[in-house]
């Protein structure tokens, strides 16, 4: 019943974005998008045979996974927040919960769509190589799951920082911008400076890159990496830690009232 | 609970940055009372009806709403309790029914989402997009949103703003019929005539004090407070005079004009004269 409640939320949140014609287009053709044009840009090969398209997915994958997680979460709440919807409904006998597992469903639905369009259109159009073992989906499987979560909680705890829900983007959208840029999602992570990748080791995107190199990269190409291998355990360590400060934050520091309610 | 109050409240207080906002306020309103809350802007009404309501705390004094401290509002009590906010929280892409049929969920008893559709009046935008609404017709589903869960205690934070004539006067039915069947009402508004429409009582709040609570007809001692009285002299001039005895005085007028005194009226302070007068002091 109480659960039936949640998946009740998750199935409206679905539908208002859907029904948001530009959300859907932008949100879920964007990565599809870039692929289109770093495809056509960079038609060569990183070595080995192995085609840019490759490398690029990766990135991709992941832009898109901190996008639903962590931008679209960190905008769309403090909207909420100012429109009032958060307020009205804690004054209702809805159990907290019920509103982020609304948005999670939401995330995960938008997730699964853009990554499916993205991967169809690689393959069809930029001849990009699936994974070709079970073992490799696995890990595709995980480091996603275990990204988005990350990413998602970010941006539930990111969304306390905006003032106002017309200042969210402002305050979103340049800390997204970066991380694109010092993890690897544009560039070859491993040409960028030294403290630029020390600085993106900090943050989950460098790792849910590299995680994703892990499948849809040749495993010999792991000694590339910084630090000699894909390192998918330490991947794992760091988005789990992510996601427990980042759910601590939640539990600490959400508002479902804006500042001037006092 | 029908017998009891449905609130009370004892030296409430709350400061903001070292100012009071709401400064010692006693208040009790019966269950199935309509009880209206005045005060210009910044007078603390809608402090002291979110503190009611749960969402702010308080600095100081005692507050039990259908017994309970709403500081410690569990979803049991909020489940008796409706609410509609002065500012409207909107699903723009959703309709109107998905709307009051997804919070008739949270509710353990809800009514019926189409009759409380009809009941609101919005039964022709069912399908519609809420951010199609009108300001009148957002409002109406803002008390849509706040009735769904049948509450014992119905609270309204100025919900008639920016309705047109008619559809105030339709609202006011909708209160009476919710009241009628034994719903507590508080509410806030700046229409006094609102007040005076609907209100078993009407409570005056200024500077962060409640300092008037009474019937809509005796506030402010309106009923003895002087009247003015008004006619025209045979000449034509308009003349009106202030009385503590009008009685007296359309006597001696009736006598002074053989009969009927053309153009005679008798009025007492209005709600609003009474209201602007407390405020103004």
Redesign the interface.
């Known amino acids: 019943m109480k659960l039936q ?1 949640g998946l ?2 998750g199935v ?1 949140e679905v ?2 974005f859907l ?2 014609r530009e959300q859907v287009v932008f949100t879920l053709a964007f990565p599809a998008i870039m692929i289109l044009v770093f495809g056509s840009i960079f038609t060569g090969d990183i070595g080995g045979g192995v085609k840019f398209t490759q490398y690029f997915v990766t990135g991709m994958i992941a832009t898109g996974l901190m996008t639903a997680g962590f931008q679209a979460l960190a905008i769309q709440i403090p909207m ?1 927040r100012d ?13 907290r919960w019920v509103y982020f597992a609304g948005k999670v469903l939401m995330v995960a639905f938008i997730a699964v769509l853009e990554t499916v369009i993205l991967l169809t259109v690689a393959t069809l159009l930029f001849g990009l190589d699936l994974p070709d073992t079970a073992g490799r989906w696995l890990t595709f499987l995980w480091v996603s799951a275990l990204g988005i979560t990350a990413c998602t909680l970010c941006g539930v705890a990111f969304s306390s920082l905006a003032r106002t829900g017309r200042s969210a983007p402002a305050v979103v959208t340049p800390v997204a911008l970066i991380l694109q840029f010092i993890s690897g999602v544009f560039f070859v992570f491993t040409s960028l400076p030294g403290w630029m990748q020390n600085l993106a080791s900090i943050f989950p995107l460098k790792w849910m890159c590299q995680g994703l190199r892990a499948v849809f990269l040749p495993a010999s190409f792991g000694s590339q990496e910084p630090g000699g291998s894909y390192d998918l355990p330490k991947v794992a360590l760091v988005l789990g830690v992510w996601c427990l400060v980042a759910l601590v934050l939640c539990l600490t520091t959400f508002r479902w ?1 804006t500042r001037r ?2 | 609970m029908r017998d009891g109050a449905a609130i009370e409240v004892r030296g409430l207080r709350k400061v ?1 940055g070292g100012t009071p906002a709401v400064d010692g306020v006693d208040l009790t309103v019966p269950a199935g009372e309509i009880f209206a809350l005045l005060g210009p802007n910044g007078a603390g009404k809608t ?1 002291t009806v ?1 503190i009611l ?4 705390k308080r600095d100081g004094g005692e507050v039990s709403v259908l017994g309970i401290d709403p500081v410690a509002a569990d ?2 009590w ?2 008796r ?1 409706g ?1 509609v ?1 002065q ?8 309709t109107v029914g ?1 709307v009051v049929s ?2 008739a ?4 008893s809800p009514d019926d989402p189409a009759a409380v559709i009809a009941r609101v009046g919005l039964t022709g935008k069912t399908r519609a ?1 809420t951010h199609t609404l009108s300001g009148g017709q957002k409002r109406r589903l803002d008390v849509a ?1 706040g009735i769904i ?1 049948r509450p014992q205690l119905l609270f309204l934070d100025e919900p008639t703003t920016g309705f047109d004539p008619e559809a105030r006067r339709e609202f006011w039915e909708l209160i009476r019929d919710l009241a009628g069947g034994g719903t507590t009402i508080v509410l806030t508004t700046h229409y006094l005539e609102e007040a005076e429409a609907l209100a078993d009582r009407v409570g005056v709040i200024a500077g962060g004090r409640l300092i008037a609570v009474d019937t809509p007809r005796d506030l402010g001692d309106r009923d003895s407070a002087p009247a003015t009285v008004s006619w025209r002299t045979p000449e034509g001039v308009w003349e009106s005079a202030r009385s503590a005895t009008p009685t007296a005085l359309v006597a001696d007028l009736a006598s002074r004009y053989g009969g009927e005194v053309p153009g005679l009226t008798v009025t007492r302070p209005t709600l609003e004269d009474v209201y602007l007068e407390m405020i103004s002091a």
């Open positions: 409640l009740r939320q409206l539908r208002q029904r948001s909420e429109r009032g919807v958060l307020k009205r409904l804690l004054g209702t006998p809805m159990p009232t309610d006092g | 903001y402090t979110e309501e749960g969402y702010r979803a049991a909020r489940s309790v609410i906010l500012g409207t929280g909107e699903f723009d892409e959703l998905e997804h919070f969920r949270f509710y353990p997009r949103l869960g």
